[in-house]
């Protein structure tokens, strides 16, 4: 049974940088896609980020294009979101999931399986 354990969030100043990590245990961190979601109050869970298995593709929602960095560590078993230039409508839990991997890119969250328990980041004006 997969298992996913998100650390790295907090509190920051707008326009500062945090970085998120999730550790992957339970099966081969290879055979898995990986993706950021986020879930601010009273709104829908959406993509922020994706990496295909092989980290060879990645995918970013428009709003964080240019400011966030996904990335994995298959040594580690570990996949990164770098954020930077946060802006407080970054403010949200944001979620790692995984599913197993195949030959498309997917970028719903009814796609994914495996789910983290999430961690709080919070922009502050």
């Known amino acids: 049974q997969v298992q996913l354990v998100e650390s790295g969030g907090g509190l920051v100043q707008a326009g500062g940088s945090l970085r998120l990590s999730c550790a992957h245990s339970g099966s081969a961190f290879g055979d898995y896609h990986m993706a950021w979601f986020r879930q601010a109050p009273g709104k829908e869970r959406e993509i922020v980020a994706a990496?295909?298995?092989?980290?060879?593709?990645?995918y970013y929602t428009g709003s964080v294009k240019g400011r966030f960095t996904i990335s994995r560590d298959q040594a580690k078993n570990t996949v990164f979101l770098e954020m930077g230039s946060l802006k407080p409508e970054d403010t949200a839990v944001y979620y790692c999931a995984a599913r197993a991997r195949d030959w498309y890119f997917h970028t719903r969250k009814d796609d994914y399986d495996y789910w983290g328990q999430g961690t709080q980041v919070t922009v502050s004006s």
């Open positions: 990496i295909t298995w092989s980290g060879g593709s990645t």
